[in-house]
Structures are given as structure tokens and as C-alpha cells.
């Protein structure tokens, strides 16, 4: 018999179909020589401290770093998933074969080998590896299995991130937590989780230190057209484009024209009286003709991007709905880091078009002619595991409306590529009054090619409109009256993060990049991975370190204090934690052994733990009022005021209901444990020791 093991019961049903497995047992389907089962996402994790030594139990300074000489894995204590285990257990101590059929990245590869490493599964491995879940898909993905020995890397690359985690996780919220936590509150330390709170923090520093400058500009309306007057560069801004060229600078002085920056009103009114009288003339006009591309293809971070900009979605928000997308297989699998597709997508691309049903306005002009195949689309080189999340052609029915606004982000994006490049002309126009220069440029489009796909409405077409500028004919030599001004202006803030520009940071460790070449080679510097920052976006909202104000992430001061807490830069830089991500990357593609990686691991967390317990400074973080449960979370008092209050649990303690209680904060009946926080109640680290703290959520 040959067991085929999924990540969701979903997908396991999909799969039976294919294969002509009917027969529906407790937990799997069977028929056709196959047996389906599926795993809820993760059914096994590493082991917690206590489980390697018993002293690990309690939380001490001494204990500290917590390394165990061999990792070992459990199950998830949970009823359903130990009852579906031990069916996945019989079933594969008595296959034949096993098809690991998990979803096709690194997760997918961890989530199953773990649950077939504490099976004992024995017999041979094959993989299944596919983008789509359509049964053209599933077919052909089953006629190429592959050996689960080609994907050992991808699993050395999982299981050296998990072991990462858990080692800087326990090792650091511990130490943090024992030594500036007072006791009273956990002091959660991640490696992807703290570098990204750093970032919010850092530009929130930035934001309250700013000081606004004054400066003045001088513009001047000439044939119902502003030109405004040509500031000449800074030192540094020449040296910094000198150095961009590296030797073409030492052949070519570029000049540098226009005045100097206008730091006064004085200074300002004194240009404005010279060139008040004497005539505007045109010195030049500069019209270039260029195109525009197609915008690229989604890749998971740019999806979220987009959502969050249009529709104001989470990324959590986001990653599930195109998950929920994939699952109803009109989309391609959406855990993706790129915007490129293989070379043999070309041949589907016309029937992926054809089922495109709602849009055949757009897709009804690229039949009957071979569809368009540029290498900013299908290339290759650029995809690894898997292509851009593109539709897969099935007809979408039955979407929630937040589905479909996603689907017809993607829809349109994969119909674009296929269409001409946007035909433009930018046109500067070069003054003059009185040997003061100065300068305006337009946009005009002349063939909106690929544009037409996207709809008027769109916030991004509104954007083209306010960005186009389109210029009277204007000819050298001509000369005329015009009316200047001076208008006060102020230097401005950097902008606080949205979700959209977090990820954008994090997927560069930080760097302000708007170029999509720059951004890929920075990519593999990356924290985080595409299908994890959603959640570790949540999980600073989670630990209240950070709260939304409209679109925009604020850190909270709890989470402000906890990074200027910490001194070790290995902890909180975005650009060595993305040093470690290539490594991690690396491993992935064999270019880089598992080993050394944990080695170097262990010698960092070590180096940590010994420079904080050196540390005598007697540094404290405040703890926050914010943390309690009525200034929380009053959305969810609010929905539950008109449920029954759960019973109380007998011998169960409880503090008097007028008080707040903090997640985090020592357990007032034994004094050992921490507050966590159950489906019900809150309750004590140590219930399973036998405290028996309960303190209702209402």
C-alpha cells in the first residue's frame, strides 16, 4: 500500500480524487492501492527545555545557555492532532511507500519529516512536488515524483531555522527576562521578531527627534506652467554621485548649476526683487520618448504590499486569503520570494488566459497571436522552488468579496505582462530670468499599452494622473512675462511604518529601496521569510509592542524600552540578522553546511548570555499599564459581555474579578509561574504542577 501524507485535510481530498481513493476511514481515504491521510500543519515541535534536563524547568540565570547536545521533537499536545497521529502512525509502520506530499517549500519539507521521523517510518520516500492544486497539476506532479533525498537540504535548511529560534528564543527571553524583567513580565526575544520591532522603534525615535528646517523656495508661473528655480547639489550629494560613477567622474566634471540652497526670507525676497522685472527666457527643450514596463508578477511580500496600500489587509490578512485561493485552486501556491515564471509555464499561459472568463474585455485581444515572452516574465535563473503566484485558469466561484479583490490583483497583473510596454514622453523645459535658472518637467503618455488592464478607479491609476504633466509646446528662445513667488516650506519626518513598508524593509534588512533590480539582489539578505512575516508582525501586536494608529505601526513603550534595552547588536540589527537568513538561504542550496551554521549559533548565543549577566548597570525595563486586559483588548470584552461567564473550575483560585491581570506577570497564588492566557480564563504557567490559579477573560 502506498501512503500519501498532506498538510491539510483539503488537500488530502483533492489528491484522493486523482489518485481514485473513495473509501473515507477515520482520518484517511483509501482506495486504488493508496491510502490519503493529512497532518493540521504542525503536529510535532522541539521539545521544550525541561524535557532535555529537569532543571531547565524553572527559570534561573545559571541554567543559562540552555544548548541540548542532540534536539529532540514531541508531539503537540493537543487531542485531535495526537488521535490523527496515531492513525498516520499505523498507517505508514505498514506502507509500502510513502509520498511526502506536504506544501512545496521549506515548511512543508520540516512539517512532514518530522511526523514520519516520529512515526519510525521505515519503507521509501518520493515527493510530490507542485504549485497548484488543479488536477492537471496533481497528475503531473505524480507522473514526476522525485526522490525525498533531493530535498534533504531544504530540510537541513528548516530544521537549522527551527533549532535557531528555539535556541536564541528560550535562550534570550529568559535572560532578558530574569535579569531587566523584575519579575513581572516576559521579556520576548526573537530573531526575526526583535530586529523588526528594532526597525519600528528606530524610525519612531527618528520621527520624535526630528527637527524641522525652514527653507524657502523660489518658483515662477510663466504661460500657466510653475517652474521652479534650480538648486544647486551639496558637496556630498556630488561626492556620492561621483562615486557612482567611479572613473567616467575623473574624465567628466559635470557643472553643477543653480543657486544656493534659500535658508532665509531675506535671502529669498532679495532673489525674488531681482527677477520680478526682467523677462522669463526658455534656454531649452528636452523631449525623450521611453516606455514602461509591465508591472512585474506577485511574489508573497509584494501581494501583501499591494493589499495593504489598496485595501488596508494585513499582511496576516493577506497571506491567508491568497492561501485560501490557492486551496480553491484558482491560484498558485502563494509562499513564494519571486516574481518570475519557468520557461514552461509559457505553453499553459494562453489556456491559463482562456479561463480568465471575467476579463475577456483584456484577454480577447491577445488571442489568435502568439502571446508575448519576455525575460523580465520567464526566466529561468530567477525561480527555484516555485514560480510568481499567477491564476491557474479554473474559474473562480463562490470568493468572499476580500478574496476576489485579491484574485483581480493577480488576475490582472498576469494579463498585463502579455500586453506592450506603456509608450511615454518626459519633456524639460530649461529658464532663465536674470542668469537665475530654472526647470519643469512633464509626462505625457502616448500609447497606454499594458495600462489599459488596469481600471480607471484604481488608486493606482489616480496616482499616473497626478504624476502626469503635460506641457504646452514651449520653443527655445522664446521670452515673455511671467509671475514669480517665494513660498515657505518645511523639512519633513521620515514616515512612520505601514505593514506595506515594514515588509518592504524587512525584505531589504532595512534599506530604503525602490528599485525592483536593487531589491532582488538585497532579498537574500532578507529577515525573515515571506510565508513567516506576516506572523511575526502579529506577534509583535501579540506581545504589545507594537499597536496601530490607522494604517500606520507604532511602537508601544514597552517595546521602545526593550530595544534600547538591548546592547547587543547580534539581537536587534535587521542587517546581521539578514546576514544569517543568506545562511540560512545557503543551506537551502547546498552551498553551506548545516553544521557550522549551528556551531556558530551556539558560539553567538553563548557570547550573548555571557555579555548581559556582565552587565551591572542595575537597567530595568518599566513595566507598562497598557498590558492589562481592559486597555488591551475592549474589542473582545465587548463581544464576550453577552456570553455566559464560564463556571469556575473546582479548587480552582481566582483573584477578586475588580482586578486587572497581566499576561506575563508572576502568578499571585504560587508565586512561581507566570499568567497566561486560555480560551476561558487566565491561568498559571504551573497548572500542570498543580497551581490552580484561574481568573476569568470578562
Known amino acids: 500500500m502506498i501512503v500519501c501524507i498532506a498538510e491539510k485535510p483539503s488537500v488530502a481530498r483533492d489528491i484522493a480524487d486523482v489518485l481514485g481513493a473513495k473509501i473515507k476511514k477515520d482520518g484517511y481515504i483509501e482506495g486504488n492501492g493508496y491510502q490519503v491521510t493529512w497532518t493540521f500543519g504542525h503536529l510535532c515541535t522541539l521539545k521544550e527545555p525541561h524535557e532535555y534536563t529537569p532543571s531547565w524547568k524553572s527559570w534561573n540565570l545559571s541554567s543559562l545557555p540552555m544548548i541540548p547536545p542532540r534536539f529532540g521533537i514531541k508531539l503537540i499536545s493537543n ?51 507542485i504549485s497548484s492544486l488543479t488536477e492537471e497539476a496533481i497528475r503531473e506532479g505524480f507522473s514526476k515524483l522525485k526522490d525525498q533525498s533531493e530535498f534533504q537540504p531544504l530540510y537541513e535548511a528548516g530544521l537549522s531555522r527551527a533549532i535557531g529560534d528555539w535556541t536564541l528564543g528560550m535562550n534570550a527571553t529568559r535572560l532578558y527576562t530574569i535579569k531587566y ?31 524641522p528646517k525652514q527653507y524657502w523656495e523660489l518658483k515662477t508661473v510663466y504661460r500657466d506652467t510653475t517652474f521652479s528655480a534650480i ?10 554621485e561621483e562615486e557612482k560613477k567611479g572613473d567616467a567622474a575623473n574624465k567628466k566634471v559635470e557643472p553643477n548649476p543653480g543657486i544656493d540652497p534659500i535658508e532665509n526670507r531675506e535671502q529669498g525676497m532679495a532673489l525674488l526683487e531681482q527677477i520680478k522685472e526682467a523677462p522669463f527666457e526658455v534656454t531649452g527643450v528636452n523631449r525623450k520618448e521611453g516606455k514602461e514596463f509591465p508591472p512585474r508578477l506577485f511574489d508573497l511580500t509584494s501581494l501583501q504590499v499591494e493589499c495593504n496600500k489598496k485595501f488596508g489587509y494585513s499582511a496576516d490578512e493577506t497571506l491567508k486569503l491568497i492561501q485560501a485561493l490557492y486551496e480553491k485552486k484558482v491560484a498558485t501556491y502563494p ?27 483584456y484577454t480577447a485581444p491577445l488571442e489568435g497571436k502568439p502571446l508575448t515572452k519576455s ?35 493577480i488576475a490582472r497583473r498576469f494579463i ?106 538585497l532579498k537574500e539578505n532578507g529577515i525573515g521569510r515571506p510565508s513567516t512575516r506576516a506572523a511575526i508582525i502579529e506577534t509583535l501586536f501579540k506581545r504589545n509592542y507594537i499597536r496601530k494608529e490607522r494604517k500606520n505601526l507604532i511602537a508601544t513603550p514597552t517595546g521602545v524600552e526593550l530595544i534600547q ?28 553546511d548545516a553544521h557550522l551554521f549551528l556551531e556558530e549559533l551556539k558560539q553567538m548565543v553563548t557570547e ?47 483573584l477578586p474579578t475588580s482586578m486587572s491581570v497581566a499576561v506575563g506577570q508572576v502568578c499571585p497564588l504560587c508565586g512561581k509561574g507566570t499568567i497566561i492566557r486560555g480560551k476561558t480564563a487566565y491561568g498559571c504557567s504551573e497548572w500542570r504542577n498543580g497551581c490552580s490559579f484561574r481568573h476569568p477573560l470578562d
Not at 497521529?85 to 520540516?110: R, S, V, W
Not at 520591532?197 to 524610525?203: F, W
Not at 538648486?231 to 556620492?240: A, F, N, P
Open 335 to 361: 509562499r513564494v520570494d519571486t516574481t518570475f515564471l519557468s520557461e514552461d509555464i509559457y505553453p499553459k499561459c494562453p489556456g491559463i488566459l482562456k479561463g480568465l472568463r471575467d476579463y475577456t474585455v
Open 181 to 211: 524583567g523584575q519579575g513581572k513580565q516576559v521579556l520576548s526575544i526573537g530573531r526575526v521578531q526583535t530586529p523588526t520591532l528594532a526597525l519600528i522603534v528606530n524610525r519612531q525615535l527618528e520621527i520624535e527627534n526630528f527637527t
Open 608 to 654: 550573548v548570555v555571557m555579555t548581559v549577566l556582565a552587565d551591572n548597570t542595575n537597567r530595568r525595563i518599566t513595566i507598562q499599564e497598557a498590558v492589562t486586559l481592559q486597555e488591551k483588548e475592549p474589542k473582545k470584552r465587548e463581544r464576550k459581555a453577552t456570553t455566559p461567564k464560564p463556571k469556575k473550575e473546582k479548587g480552582a483560585a481566582s
Open 565 to 592: 534595552l538591548i546592547r547587543e547588536e547580534l539581537l536587534k540589527s535587521a542587517e546581521l540578522t539578514g546576514l544569517w537568513e543568506k545562511k540560512l538561504r545557503e543551506i537551502e542550496k547546498r552551498t553551506y
Open 79 to 129: 487531542p485531535t492532532y495526537e488521535k490523527q497521529f496515531h492513525t498516520i502512525e499505523k498507517l505508514m509502520q505498514q506502507a509500502d511507500e510513502i509520498i511526502n506530499c506536504g506544501d512545496a517549500g521549506q515548511e512543508g519539507e520540516l512539517i512532514q519529516r518530522w511526523v514520519m521521523q516520529k512515526a519510525g517510518a521505515r519503507c521509501p520516500v518520493k515527493r510530490l512536488w
Open 375 to 409: 525575460k523580465k516574465v520567464f526566466d529561468n535563473a530567477k525561480v527555484t522552488d516555485h514560480h510568481a503566484i499567477i491564476p491557474t485558469g479554473v474559474h473562480p466561484q463562490a470568493l468572499t468579496d476580500m478574496e476576489r479583490r485579491v484574485f483581480d490583483l
Open 231 to 240: 538648486i544647486k547639489k551639496s558637496e556630498e550629494e556630488v561626492l556620492l
Open 416 to 521: 498585463a505582462v502579455f500586453y506592450p510596454d506603456c509608450k511615454v514622453a518626459t519633456t524639460t523645459v530649461l529658464g532663465e530670468v536674470d542668469q537665475i535658472e530654472f526647470k519643469v518637467t512633464g509626462k505625457q503618455i502616448l500609447d497606454p499599452g499594458w495600462r489599459v488592464v488596469f481600471a480607471k478607479e484604481t488608486s493606482e491609476e489616480k496616482e499616473l494622473e497626478e504624476e502626469e504633466n503635460v506641457l504646452p509646446a514651449f520653443v527655445k528662445g522664446e521670452s515673455g512675462p511671467h509671475v514669480p513667488d517665494l513660498y515657505e516650506k518645511w523639512t519633513q519626518p521620515p514616515r512612520s511604518y505601514t505593514e506595506a513598508t515594514l515588509l518592504r524593509a524587512m525584505e531589504t534588512a532595512g534599506k530604503l529601496v525602490d528599485n525592483d533590480e536593487l531589491r532582488d539582489a
